[in-house]
């Protein structure tokens, strides 16, 4: 899983920008990257979903209407579109991943106390919080699969849900790496690290999904990485509850292009990325070539005065000088023709790259008449 979280830590730190990243050294004149996802983003994300029931048996119909519009309000209170879409937006870079189940004390906390623990609700898990069965090839394979989560300290200790052992969690800092695996960069640290001195007191806790055992398990982080273990070296759940829910588990994967035997998808903005940083390279050295660019009146020497009134004359008016034979202009080599043919054509090959992305934004007419524009479309 390193290889992945470092990969998508560049790709998020390419499509920020060094307006957004203070570790990003390179300008980007055109942020390619970040133009593909809005495009190609908001072409895919749905709305808030409708439901629509019905029923043959007339007695029920108001028992069903209630129901269908019970649905569609909670679609909104729980704004499904935002979680879409940043689903989505994981996916196009590397995975998305998305934890649909009834919510725990934790998730309510997590909340603001805007969620009510016991109610269904989706959320969006993180890929640097995420761990499963790596020896997998396919997720119906997956002997095991969880997600971290930070929570107060004393939301654990007062939740009699959890075991005795609760009463042994204590507070720990947030860390900038992936603790126990790796020690890769996490996705927070992309604007700098993680400031210290938190809120509330928080811990990490772990809910691991157990298929074989249709069984969710919550340990504490420290037991996870050794830090705090049973004497016999045991690691003891904090929880154990039988999973309530689809067959599939709890989780919810959007992945795009999925290599054979790989149980991780290939984000589709990988393929265009090498492209994204050759044009912003590219782009770089036309616009150094350019502020190289000055253009300068020549003399001989020993004729400065003629030169500072020819300087110091408005725009179409006559300057007497002794010898204007002497007089030239020069001007230095602007930006290369042929570099700038070159990064139009990475240009374009970004687009044809990203599926015609000038077509599906609307940035540019790629037809005659507006019949074809809309086949293309």
């Given at each position: 899983m390193k290889f992945f979280r470092e990969e998508r830590y560049r790709a998020c730190s390419s499509i920020a920008g060094n307006r957004y990243t203070p570790n990003e050294n390179q300008i980007k004149y055109i942020n390619l990257a970040q133009m593909y996802l809005s495009?190609?983003?908001?072409?895919?994300?749905?709305?808030?979903p409708r439901v629509m029931l019905s029923t043959f048996d007339r007695s029920q119909e108001p028992s069903v209407k209630w129901c269908m519009q019970w649905c569609n309000e909670e679609s909104e209170r729980l704004d499904l579109a935002s979680v879409f879409a940043r689903m989505i937006q994981d996916g196009l870079i590397s995975m998305g991943i998305c934890k649909v189940a009834l919510a725990a004390p934790y998730e309510a906390a997590m909340s603001g106390w805007g969620l009510a623990a016991g109610e269904p609700f989706p959320y969006r898990v993180d890929l640097d919080d995420f761990v499963w069965d790596v020896?997998?090839?396919?997720?119906?394979?997956?002997?095991?699969?969880?997600?971290?989560?930070?929570?107060?300290?004393?939301m654990v200790k007062d939740s009699k849900i959890y075991s005795k052992r609760r009463k042994l969690v204590t507070p720990n800092d947030p860390s900038d790496d992936n603790r126990g695996g790796g020690g890769d960069r996490r996705i927070g640290t992309l604007t700098g690290d993680i400031p210290e001195g938190e809120f509330r007191e928080m811990t990490d806790i772990w809910e691991i999904y157990v298929p074989g055992d249709k069984c969710l398990y919550t340990f504490w982080g420290e037991d996870l990485i050794g830090q705090a273990t049973n004497s016999d070296g045991n690691i003891e759940p904090l929880r154990e509850v039988d999973w309530v829910g689809p067959p599939r588990g709890p989780y919810i994967f959007c992945g795009y292009n999925w290599p054979p035997g790989q149980p991780f998808p290939k984000g589709p903005i990988m393929d265009v990325l090498d492209l994204d940083d050759a044009a912003n390279a590219t782009y770089r050295k036309l616009?150094?070539?350019?502020?190289?660019?000055?253009?300068?009146?020549?003399?001989?020497?020993?004729m400065q005065d003629d030169a500072k009134r020819y300087n110091e004359a408005p725009d179409g008016e006559g300057v007497p000088v002794d010898n204007p034979e002497s007089f030239h202009e020069?001007?230095?080599?602007?930006?290369?023709?042929?570099?700038?043919?070159?990064?139009?054509?990475?240009?374009?090959?970004?687009?044809?790259?990203?599926?015609?992305?000038?077509?599906?934004?609307?940035?540019?007419?790629?037809?005659?008449t507006l019949g074809q524009e809309e086949l293309l479309d």
């Open positions: 495009i190609v983003g908001r072409t895919i994300t749905p709305a808030n020896w997998a090839r396919d997720y119906s394979e997956m002997s095991f699969m969880g997600h971290r989560v930070r929570v107060p300290v004393d616009v150094r070539q350019a502020a190289r660019m000055k253009q300068n009146l020549l003399c001989k020497k020993g020069v001007a230095s080599l602007g930006p290369n023709q042929g570099l700038f043919n070159f990064m139009r054509e990475l240009l374009q090959r970004f687009s044809w790259m990203g599926g015609n992305i000038e077509t599906i934004g609307g940035l540019s007419a790629q037809a005659g």
